[in-house]
């Protein structure tokens, strides 16, 4: 059933089973949902299946979904390989405190594609990945502090966190203080964390030398998501690597959303060197993961045969069969020729878009690489953190973008990247590119639009 949307004119969706099933979640969760990242314009679209592509939701609309779960499911939902795969296992059994030989096999596939990496642990989450990346870091050059750019996303550990939102007042040694990750976090933890700007070549030595004593680790996301979708230059990446050698700093490479970038990640994409990857995402096939991964005469803190771990990293649910055997099939399914297809539709989904933008002259631009895109609505594509930010009337034009989007039958994250997944074809690229000319044609957005 559809009902009339005022602003466009045109029939919108239904969504009274989301609208019931939201009330519902108000009364049992805090704002209503389980995580914080979903979306609520006005309010939640439950799903209730995935086909490839695209997902169902409770109100029988099918939607283009370029979301996948923040990049995860790389090759759309109900991935046939790892349902059939993981319908057998959970016959044997879904977790043991014992090893299997299931979590070697993706091991093996991680260290064979990631120059970076020369062994592995496995948690269940990018947060945990970063947590323990940093922690081996401080461990093994026996310094405390980590240097960060400014808002990029690492998940949800205290040091990670810090910055992701911006830096705040300056300390009593001139230094950016980073803004902390919420009220009550203890103010001693943005004394440790050196916030930087991404792609400032010329200004990264100056700032991190006068404390490099005490500098554990580079924290850098090699295209940082939620800071911009921000391009790496190629000076910035040189800079980073010879300053952390010189220092003898560790970079830790933060890939659990841009592994996605190529058959060996977005590292070896941009020519960083990182001592340290933290990897997600993709790696478990649409089911919890994380790893860290790196040199290993670094990932020794986490234990030798002869010498007990200096790190100590556990997790009951770490290594799960369901996860690993999930994770293993999806990658042997990324094949060299599975990323050249998701480069193509990316480069053609970016270039049709950019192509859309120059015939309308359009305040717009474009950012991204391999399966990601993001659109701005900026004249000139950011290349930091502060240029990406969104003025009030940019993120009403922006939200306006995603319910146009919506409106068509097409999930487009607000204020993030977007991805593709292996099942999408140039037909669906065509299809974006539509929309958003369409938005294009129409102008600003009206006042009702902006609500």
């Given at each position: 059933?559809?009902?009339q949307?005022?602003?466009?004119?045109?029939?919108?969706p239904?969504?009274?089973?989301?609208?019931?099933l939201?009330?519902?979640?108000?009364?049992?969760f805090?704002a209503?949902?389980?995580?914080?990242?979903?979306?609520?314009?006005?309010?939640p679209i439950?799903?209730?299946?995935?086909?490839?592509a695209?997902?169902?939701?409770?109100?029988?609309?099918?939607?283009?979904?370029?979301?996948?779960?923040?990049?995860?499911l790389?090759?759309?939902?109900?991935?046939g390989?790892?349902?059939?795969?993981?319908?057998?296992?959970?016959r044997?059994?879904?977790?043991?405190?014992?090893?299997?030989?299931?979590?070697?096999?993706?091991a093996?596939?991680l260290?064979?594609?990631i120059?970076?990496?020369?062994?592995?642990?496995?948690?269940?989450?990018?947060?945990?990945a970063?947590?323990?990346?940093?922690?081996?870091?401080?461990?093994?050059?026996?310094?405390?502090s980590?240097?960060?750019f400014?808002?990029?996303?690492?998940?949800?550990?205290?040091?990670?966190?810090?910055?992701?939102?911006?830096?705040?007042?300056?300390?009593?040694?001139?230094?950016?203080?980073?803004?902390?990750?919420?009220?009550?976090?203890?103010k001693?933890?943005?004394?440790?964390v050196?916030?930087l700007?991404?792609?400032?070549?010329s200004?990264?030595?100056?700032?991190?030398?006068?404390a490099?004593?005490d500098?554990?680790?580079?924290?850098?996301?090699?295209?940082?998501?939620?800071?911009?979708?921000?391009?790496?230059?190629?000076?910035?990446?040189?800079?980073l690597?010879?300053?952390?050698?010189?220092l003898?700093i560790?970079?830790?490479?933060?890939?659990?959303?841009?592994?996605?970038?190529?058959?060996?990640?977005?590292?070896a994409?941009?020519?960083?060197?990182?001592?340290?990857?933290?990897?997600?995402k993709i790696?478990?096939?649409?089911?919890p993961?994380?790893?860290?991964?790196?040199?290993?005469?670094?990932?020794a803190?986490?234990?030798?045969?002869?010498?007990?771990?200096?790190?100590?990293?556990?997790?009951?649910?770490s290594?799960?069969?369901?996860?690993m055997?999930?994770?293993?099939?999806?990658?042997?399914?990324?094949?060299?020729?599975?990323?050249s297809?998701?480069e193509?539709l990316?480069?053609?989904v970016?270039?049709?878009?950019t192509?859309?933008?120059?015939?309308?002259?359009?305040?717009f631009?474009?950012?991204?690489?391999?399966?990601?895109?993001?659109?701005?609505?900026k004249?000139d594509?950011?290349?930091?953190?502060?240029?990406?930010?969104?003025?009030?009337q940019?993120?009403?034009?922006?939200?306006?973008?995603?319910r146009h989007?919506?409106?068509?039958?097409?999930l487009?994250?607000?204020g993030?990247?977007?991805?593709?997944?292996?099942?999408?074809?140039?037909?669906?690229?065509?299809?974006?590119?539509?929309?958003?000319?369409?938005?294009?044609?129409?102008?600003?957005?009206?006042?009702?639009?902006?609500?």
């Open positions: 059933m559809l009902s949307n005022a602003n466009t004119g045109r029939p919108a239904d969504r009274a089973r989301s609208s019931n939201y009330r519902r979640g108000q009364r049992v805090p209503g949902v389980t995580r914080a990242t979903i979306e609520k314009d006005p309010l439950y799903l209730e299946r995935g086909e490839g695209y997902v169902v939701d409770v109100d029988g609309n099918r939607l283009l979904d370029l979301n996948s779960n923040f990049t995860t790389i090759h759309g939902h109900g991935f390989p790892v349902v059939e795969a993981i319908g057998h296992v959970l044997q059994g879904t977790c043991f405190a014992n090893p299997m030989e299931h979590e070697i096999a993706l093996e596939l260290v064979s594609r120059p970076a990496v020369e062994q592995v642990r496995f948690v269940n989450s990018g947060t945990e970063v947590m323990y990346a940093l922690k081996a870091a401080r461990a093994f050059t026996g310094r405390s980590i240097v960060r400014e808002g990029a996303y690492h998940g949800a550990y205290d040091w990670a966190e810090a910055g992701q939102n911006g830096v705040g007042e300056s300390g009593v040694s001139g230094r950016r203080l980073p803004k902390l990750g919420y009220t009550g976090a203890p001693a933890i943005a004394d440790s050196i916030v700007d991404f792609n400032d070549a200004g990264l030595e100056a700032a991190i030398a006068p490099a004593a500098i554990a680790a580079i924290l850098v996301d090699p295209m940082p998501s939620r800071a911009g979708l921000l391009h790496p230059s190629a000076d910035f990446i040189t800079a690597s010879a300053t952390a050698r010189k003898g560790l970079i830790v490479a933060d890939e659990v959303l841009n592994l996605r970038q190529g058959f060996a990640g977005a590292s994409r941009y020519g960083l060197e990182p001592d340290l990857v933290a990897a997600g790696i478990g096939g649409g089911f993961i994380g790893a860290i991964g790196g040199r290993a005469d670094v990932m803190v986490f234990g030798t045969d002869d010498n007990a771990p200096v790190v100590s990293q556990g997790g009951t649910f290594a799960n069969p369901i996860s055997i999930a994770g293993r099939i999806a990658m042997e399914a990324l094949t060299p020729d599975a990323f297809h998701l193509e990316g480069d053609r970016r270039s049709g878009l192509q859309a933008i120059s015939k309308r002259g359009a305040p631009s474009v950012s991204g690489a391999a399966s990601l895109f993001r659109i701005h609505p004249k594509v950011p290349a930091t953190y502060r240029a990406a930010q969104m003025s009030a940019e993120s009403s034009t922006m939200r306006a973008l995603t989007f919506l409106d068509r039958g097409i487009l994250p607000f993030a990247a977007a991805c593709l997944s292996t099942p999408m074809t140039a037909t669906e690229m065509d299809r974006i590119v539509a929309v958003f000319d369409d938005f294009l044609a129409q102008g600003e957005p009206s006042d009702g639009d902006k609500q």
